[in-house]
C-alpha cells in the first residue's frame, strides 16, 4: 500500500547556476507531499498521519518554511529540493513495516517534481 500526506510551505530562492527569470530572488508556496510503501502494522496503519505530520513539520518545515533556501541548499531547484528532502526524511520514517517511497515538490499549482526510491538507488 501507498500512504501519503500533503504539506505546504512558503519560501523564497534564486537559481545561482540559471540563466532566465529565475536567477533572481522570488518566492513560491511550495506543495510537498511525502508517500510511504508499507504494509498495515498491528494497528491497522502504515503510520499514523499524526506521527508522520510531527516528523515533517520537525525535519522539513521548520527549516524551510519562510526561509531563504539558498541559505541551505546551494543551487534550490525542485530537483535539488526534492533530494533534500529525501536525505533528511529517509532514516525518521523508515520502520518495519514501511519506507520512504516517493518525494513530491511543487514550485506552481502545474509545475512538480517526483523522486522515487528507484531514483535513490541510482544516486548512491
Known sequence: MLLSKD???????NLINYHGKCE????????????????????GMIMDFIELKQIVKEKILSRLDHSYINDIITQPSAENIALW???????????????????HVW?????????????MN???
Open 7 to 13: 504539506f505546504t510551505f512558503d519560501a523564497a530562492h
Open 24 to 43: 533572481k530572488l522570488h518566492g513560491h508556496t511550495y506543495k510537498l507531499r511525502i508517500v510511504l510503501d508499507g504494509q498495515p502494522d498491528s494497528e
Open 85 to 103: 528532502i529525501w536525505r533528511e526524511l529517509e532514516e525518521s520514517v523508515k520502520r518495519e513495516n514501511c519506507k520512504l517511497h516517493e518525494v
Open 107 to 119: 514550485e506552481t499549482a502545474t509545475s512538480c517534481v517526483i523522486l522515487r526510491r528507484e531514483d
Open 122 to 124: 541510482c544516486q548512491r
